[in-house]
């Protein structure tokens, strides 16, 4: 049972905005940031939103991150078939001392 | 090109012992915090913990899962890090992978990850 909690599939057409929650104790999501990671089968993830809401370059503008209190939400703008994929966030646990990973999101494109 | 690959993988008896291997290029190794994330088949992500610089110690922290049994170090001169598992168990099957870790972007590199399974 993860930590963080994500819904654990999402879909929508090509061209639909889809969005994804991450929510969590407020100890973790509350103070912290929250980062998003995708994930195809067979290989590694890749950082996709760091910060809650800052996008490393190279990544297109169609994803984007925010959050609120105690959630977070990664949205897909725009959605691509490329796009198909499983999505997870992470946030720091002060009282693990370590980051913790969402259970992630397979994201399907109808 | 930054760069992490990943070796020592593969087919190990319950109790038995593992070294994962994690070679580093592309960046200034010595100043990177590492870290291990494994994903267990078919499964989400999961820390298995972190080895921060020589300048601050070369702090570790593991996950309660496998604290105790596994053990992070680094070699600066050889831009590698490694994860020594021992006592084994079946729940450590898993694609282990090298990442880099700070407080800014979490995780930002990917090695290609090397499967580590744990059978009779």
């Known amino acids: 049972q993860s930590v963080l909690t994500q819904p654990a599939s999402a879909s929508g057409t090509p061209g639909q905005r889809v969005t994804i929650s991450c929510s969590g104790i407020s100890s973790k999501i509350g103070s912290g940031y929250v980062y998003w990671y995708q994930q195809f089968p067979g290989t590694a993830p890749k950082l996709l939103i760091y910060r809650n809401d800052q996008q490393p370059s190279g990544v297109p503008d169609r994803f984007s991150g925010s959050k609120s209190g105690t959630s977070a939400s990664l949205a897909i703008s725009g959605l691509r078939s490329e796009d198909e994929a499983d999505y997870y966030c992470a946030a720091w646990d002060d009282s693990l001392s370590g980051p913790v990973f969402g259970g992630g999101t397979k994201v399907t494109v109808l | 090109e930054v760069q992490l690959v990943e070796s020592g993988g593969g087919l190990v008896k319950p109790g038995g012992s593992l070294r994962l291997s994690c070679a580093a290029s592309?960046?200034?190794?010595?100043?990177?915090?590492m870290s291990w994330v494994r994903q267990a088949p078919g499964k989400g992500l999961e820390w298995v913990g972190h080895i921060k610089t020589k300048d601050e110690d070369e702090t570790i922290d593991y996950a309660a899962p496998v604290k105790g049994r596994v053990s992070i170090s680094r070699d600066d001169s050889k831009n590698t890090v490694y994860l020594q598992m021992n006592s084994l168990k079946t729940e450590d099957t898993a694609v282990y992978f090298c990442?880099?870790?700070?407080?800014?972007?979490?995780?930002?590199?990917w090695g290609q990850g090397t499967t580590v399974t744990v059978s009779s």
């Open positions: 990442t880099t870790f700070g407080d800014y972007y979490l995780f930002r590199v």
């Open positions: 592309g960046f200034t190794f010595s100043n990177a915090w």
